[in-house]
């Protein structure tokens, strides 16, 4: 079934050195059920440039459903294949369920270290109205700004910005970086996050910021 083929897939994954079990990742990569092949190419993400790049980069190319792609484009970043920077930002203008794939594509820029990126990642921090699944791609985006260029005046200036997001979990990734990263601009917003937001969450990641910061 295909719960068992997942499993192998992800019972292989942590065999990086075994030359079989790479050699079976990528026979799997043609496996006919989706869930599998997002198995697949998560454990080819743990594997060398040269043993799984070229799969990972026709797969986030080719690849016809749109998880898989996503999952195929996580990976490509993490081998650090050649041509990956370009495929990914290729992927940034496809469009699919969720936007899973831009998603993708941001985390896989994210691992692939170019500070391009963060550039790349900038304009999908912005709150979409309607666009419910936009959420997670704008935690992509988040978490790729913070790997890529987590000092950069313009970084720190969209944590400030995401302390007023409409949508709270934006607010508490905001808040908790805002410790992290020591954003000292953003201490009158959270000062006024611990005490007057409506979700406890945000309170408590606005108090944490606030006493890393008056360290």
């Known amino acids: 079934s295909w719960a068992v083929r997942e499993a192998a897939a992800k019972a292989l994954a942590p065999m990086d050195l075994d030359a079989s079990a ?5 026979a799997a990569t043609g496996d006919e059920d989706a869930r ?16 799984a790049g070229d799969a990972l980069r026709q797969a986030a190319r080719d690849e016809r459903k749109d998880y898989p792609r996503a999952a195929a484009a996580r990976a490509l970043g993490r081998v650090k294949a050649p ?3 370009d495929v990914l930002l290729d992927l940034l203008h496809v469009e699919s ?13 994210a691992a692939y270290g170019d500070p391009r990126g963060a550039g790349l990642a900038r304009p999908y921090l912005d709150y979409v109205w309607g666009r419910g699944g936009a959420h997670r791609l704008r935690e992509a985006a988040l978490r790729c700004m913070l790997e890529l260029a987590p000092d950069d005046p313009a970084t720190h200036e969209a944590l400030i910005r995401l302390l007023g997001d409409p949508f709270h ?6 808040a908790n970086a805002c410790g992290t990263y020591t954003v000292r601009g953003a201490k009158r917003h959270l000062e006024h996050l611990a005490r007057h937001d409506a979700f406890g969450q945000v309170r408590q990641a606005a108090t944490r910021a606030l006493e890393t910061l008056s360290k």
Request: charged residues 25%; without cysteine.
């Open 36 to 51: 599998v092949r997002v198995a697949v190419y998560e454990a080819l993400g743990g594997r060398t440039r040269g043993e």
């Open 83 to 85: 041509q990956a920077y």
């Open 97 to 109: 369920h969720g936007d899973v794939v831009r998603a993708g594509a941001l985390d896989g820029l």
């Open 169 to 174: 979990r934006l607010r508490v990734q905001a």
């Open 22 to 26: 790479g050699a079976a990742l990528l």
